[in-house]
C-alpha cells in the first residue's frame, strides 16, 4: 500500500491526515452525529443479557459500522478472549424457533452472489472484553440505504473466513433488526 493510500484509510490517524480527509472521515466527529440506521441487538432466551447497539453512518468513502455491545459471553485467563462472528443477514425478522432462535434472519446478506467472506454482509467478528465488544470499521460493500430492514446477527463462535456458506460461524446468539434513523 502506497503511503498516499494508507493516509487516505487510516480512518483513526486524524493527525496524520490532510485538512479534507480530516472533514470527510473524522470518526470521531463521525461518531457525534446521529446514525443514519441503527439496530438494536437483544440476545436469545439463552443468551439473555446480550444487549447492544450497531449504528450506520454514511461518508464519502462508504459506510461507517460502529457497534458496542455487552453481555457477551466471556472467558478469563490465558489464551481465552473470546470472538464472536458477525454479520449482516438478508432477512427482516430476529424470529425462529428452539434449535435456530433467529432462523427468520435468513443467511448472508449477498446480492451479488459471491462467497463467504465477499459476501456484502461480512464483517469483522467482535473480541470481546470482559464481555463487552466495541468496533468501528469503515466498509464499502453495502450502502446504508440497501441494509435497511435487514437484521444484524452475532454468532457463537468465530469466523473462520473460509467455510461455505457462512464461515462455520456456529449459533445465532443475537439479532437486530436495522431501522432507518
Ligand atoms: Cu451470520
Ligand atoms: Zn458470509
Known amino acids: 500500500m502506497s503511503f498516499s493510500s494508507y493516509l487516505k484509510y487510516n480512518i483513526l490517524g486524524?493527525?496524520?491526515?490532510?485538512?479534507?480527509?480530516?472533514?470527510?472521515?473524522?470518526?470521531?466527529?463521525?461518531?457525534?452525529?446521529?446514525?443514519?440506521?441503527?439496530?438494536?441487538?437483544?440476545?436469545?432466551?439463552?443468551?439473555?443479557?446480550?444487549?447492544?447497539?450497531?449504528?450506520?453512518?454514511?461518508?464519502?468513502?462508504?459506510?461507517?459500522?460502529?457497534?458496542r455491545v455487552g453481555g457477551l459471553p466471556t472467558e478469563r485467563g490465558g489464551c481465552k478472549g473470546r470472538v464472536f462472528a458477525f454479520h449482516i443477514h438478508e432477512g427482516s425478522e430476529c424470529r425462529g424457533n428452539y434449535d435456530d432462535p433467529f432462523a427468520a434472519a435468513l443467511s448472508h446478506y449477498n446480492p451479488k452472489g459471491c462467497q463467504h467472506p465477499y459476501?456484502?454482509?461480512?464483517?469483522?467478528?467482535?473480541?470481546?472484553?470482559?464481555?463487552?465488544?466495541?468496533?468501528?470499521?469503515?466498509?464499502?460493500?453495502?450502502?446504508?440505504?440497501?441494509?435497511i430492514g435487514k437484521t444484524v446477527i452475532i454468532h457463537s463462535g468465530v469466523d473462520d473466513f473460509t467455510s461455505q456458506p457462512a464461515g462455520n460461524s456456529g449459533k445465532k446468539i443475537a439479532c437486530g433488526k436495522i431501522i432507518s434513523c
Open 14 to 67: 486524524d493527525d496524520i491526515m490532510d485538512k479534507k480527509q480530516v472533514c470527510s472521515l473524522n470518526l470521531s466527529a463521525i461518531l457525534c452525529r446521529r446514525p443514519d440506521a441503527l439496530a438494536r441487538v437483544q440476545g436469545s432466551a439463552d443468551y439473555r443479557n446480550i444487549n447492544g447497539t450497531v449504528s450506520f453512518y454514511k461518508t464519502v468513502h462508504g459506510t461507517i459500522v460502529y457497534a
Open 119 to 147: 459476501h456484502a454482509g461480512d464483517l469483522p467478528p467482535f473480541f470481546e472484553a470482559g464481555g463487552t465488544a466495541v468496533s468501528a470499521f469503515l466498509t464499502d460493500r453495502f450502502s446504508v440505504d440497501e441494509i
